[in-house]
C-alpha cells in the first residue's frame, strides 16, 4: 500500500458514513474498518423503533466510487507524521497480514465500545448470560437465543430498542432503568414491565446467571434471569492509540477542539470516540458537521 | 455409557501447574503416562486465577518442603523459560515498610528468614525506593529489593508443560471427573462416572484444593484441604508501575500486592478470605474496597485507577501447614501432591522432578532413548490469508485464533481459547467478537454452538435457537434450556 491519500477514515459507521455522505470524499480517501461491511456495531440492531434515522444512512449510504475501502481491515497503531507536510502512518491488519496506509489527513471515526459490568466493578459470580446488547443482537442475528429470561439493564434508547427486540422474539424480558427518568420522546415504548431507579449491585449464579440484585429506595430485591443485557453506556474505542501521543481522556475519549481537530496537526476524531455518551443521530449531525469543516478548508 | 477400561502406567489426576509439571517430567520415562482432569480444560482451578509470581521463596517457613523445593525451583526456571519459550519479566519485587514498626519487622523477621532460605535481600532506604519506583506511596519508611522474583502466564507455563508432554507421548482426558478410587494389589483403579474406569500402576493425586476428597475416595483421611478465596482487581493502565510492590507480611498472608502483568497492565490483591465452599468464586463488593484500601498505601495512584476485570481465585491451606508429598497410608500406589498452598506455580519445576522420582523409584522406571524438551513457539503456525483482527479490543488476529484451534491440546470452550489466545480479555469483554469466535469453532472444529460452553458444563452463551428457524434439537418441543452437556 504505497499510495499516499488525502484522508484516511478509520471506521465506517454512522458518523463517518454520514461525513461521506456530506462530501467529506476527495478523490484519495480511503475508508477502513474492522467490519466486513459500513453501518458499524449498531447495524446488528437495525431496524429499530427509534433508529429511523440510522436505518436510513444505513440502508441509502453510497460510499462514493472513487473512495478506496478496505473492510475486515483493523487499524493497530498510528505514528503521527514527524514533520508539517509529511503523511500520517497507520499501522492496519488485514487478511494479506500487517499492512501501513499514508495519508495526509486521519479521521479517526472507529466509534465506541460498551461498557460492561467489569467497568462498574458490579460483584457477584461470572456466570455465562452476561452480556452487553452488541453480544444479544450478534446472536440473534445468527439465529440464537441469548437466554429465556432477561434482565435489559439501562435507560438509553438502544437499551429500550434492544429489550424490545428481545421480546420480540418471545424471551420473557424485564427492562430496568439506573434511573428514575420515564419515557422521553423518541424512544419506542416497549411492552415488557420496566422499573425504574434501580441499582444493580450484584449477580449470582454459575455456571449460568440465575438472579440479578437490585437496590432501590435502600430496598433490596432479586430479579430472577438466566440473560442480563448490560446496557450503561459506551466507551470510546482508542487503546489502538495508546503510544501514538493522541490524547485521551476518562473512558479513553479523544480530546478535540471545535473543529474536531486532536492534539496532533492534521488528525481528527468524530462520534462515539470524542463523546461515548452520544447517541446515534448525535454522531450523524457530527459527521454532517465534520465534513462541512474539513471541506471548508479547516487546517 | 459401556463400560471401558484404560490401562496406564502412571496416571496423573489434576491438570492444574502442578499435575501438569509432573506430567511432563514423568513423560521422560519409559511408561504410558495420562493426565484426568474433570474440567473441560487444563488450569481452572487455583492455577489460573492467582496473582501469577514466580517466587524466590525467601519468605517460606524454612526448612519446610516448600522451602526445599522453591529452592530447586530457582535454578530450574531460566531453562524452562527457554525452551517452553513462556511469557516471563524479572521485574523484582520491593517489599514497603510504611511505619517503623514494619521496618523493624523487616529487619528482625524477614531478613534473617530470607538468609535462612538462601535469598539475599537488598535494604533500600526510603529515598531508593522512592527512585526505583517514583508510584510508591512518599511515606514509605524503607524496604528491601527481591531481585529474583518475576512474573509469568500461569496458563501459558500449565499449557507448555502439558503440550510438551503430550509431544513425547502422554495422554490427556479432559472433563471426565474422579468418581470412585478402588485399590487393588496390582494397580488402582479409577472410575470416571458413566462406566469409565482407567487402572493405573501408579496414581498421582494432585487434584489441587480436591486432593483430600480424592484422597478419601481411596479411603485416605490423612490430610484436609480448605479453601481460602483471593479476589483480584486488574487494571490496563500500568500507570508506570514496573515492580512487583509488597506490604510488609502479617500473619494470615502476604498481603495486598500490586503486580504488572506480565502481557501487561497490573493486578491488585488478592484478599485473603477463608470460605465455605470449594466452588465460591465470587468477588463481593467488600472484597474490592478492601483490595483498593490497602493498594493505596503502596501506590496512591492504583486506588483509583479503573478496572477492565475482577476476578476470584482459590487456593488450598492443608491442615498440614506444608505441602504433602508422600505415599498414601493406604497404598503406596497413590502418591499425593497436595496442599500447594498458593506456590504451585513458583515450585512447580522441582514438584514436577520430585514427584516423578517418587515415582520412578516405586515402579523402577527408566528413561526414554528420546525425550523433547522444546516446544515450537506458540502461535505462529501461521497461513495466508489469515492477518485479520477478530478481537479488536487486543487486536488479535484469525491466524492467531485458527493456530491455537489446530494446537496439540485445542480448546473445547471459549474461555480455553481465551486463555490461549488472549482474546475476548480487552475492554469489551468479548462483546464484540464472541459471536464471531462460536462461528470459528464451528467452521474448523465442527463444534455445535448450541454445545460449546463459556467453561464448564451448563455454561453455553446460547440457550438456543430462535423459533422459526426449524433448528429445534432433536428432542425438544420448545425452546427450553436444555442441559446439553454430557458431562453432567
Redesign the interface.
Known sequence: MSELYDLAIVGAGLSALSALQAGIASARTVVLDYQEHPGGFLKAALPAPGFEEAWELVQSSRIPQRVTTFYGTTAVGLLPAFEAGEPHVLIVRQRQGTEEVHAQRVLIACGGLELTREHAQIPGTRPAGVITPVLAHQLLSRGYLPGKRAVVYGDSRYARATAQRLAGVGIEVTLVLPTEETHTAGQPEGKQPSLTGAELIAIEGFPRLEKVKFRRDGEFFDVPADTLVYGTGMMANTHWLRGSGIITGEYGTIQVNSFYQTNVQGVYAVGTVIAPSLDHAGSIAMGKEVASLLIGGTQ | METKMRRVDVLVIGGGVVGCAILRELSRYDATVALLERNPDICEGTSKSNSAIVHTGFDAPPGSLEARLLAEARGLWPDIIESLHIPYLQTGALMVATSVEELATIESEIIPKAERNGVVLQRLAREEILEAAPYVNPRVAGGVLVEGEGVIDPFWTTRAYCENAVSNGAQVFLGEPVTGIDVADECVYVHTGGGGAIAASMVVNAAGLWADEVARMAGDDSFTLTPRRGQF?VV?EDHGVSQIILPVPNRISKGILVTPIVFGGVLLGPTAEEVDVK?D?????Q??HQIREGISKLVPVMAGA??????AGLRAVSSTGDYIIRASAVSSRILHVAGIRSTGLSASPAIGRYASGLVRDELSLSQRNHFMDELPEYLTDMH??????VC??R?I??GEILSALRSPLPPATLDSLKRRTGVML???????C??RL??LFQEQLGRD??TL???????????????G?G?LLEGQES???DGRDRDE
Open positions: 482487581i490496563e466452588t468464586l465470587a468477588t463481593t463488593a472484597g474490592m479503573e478496572s477492565v476485570r475482577q476476578f495466508p490469508d489469515e492477518g485479520d483482527v479488536l479490543c487486536s488476529t484469525r480487552g475492554d469489551c469483554q468479548g462483546n464484540l464472541m459471536a462460536i462461528d454452538p448450541l460452553n463459556k467453561n464448564v458444563a451448563g455454561s453455553c452463551p446460547i440457550a438456543g435457537r430462535l423459533p428457524t433448528f425452546l427450553e434450556l
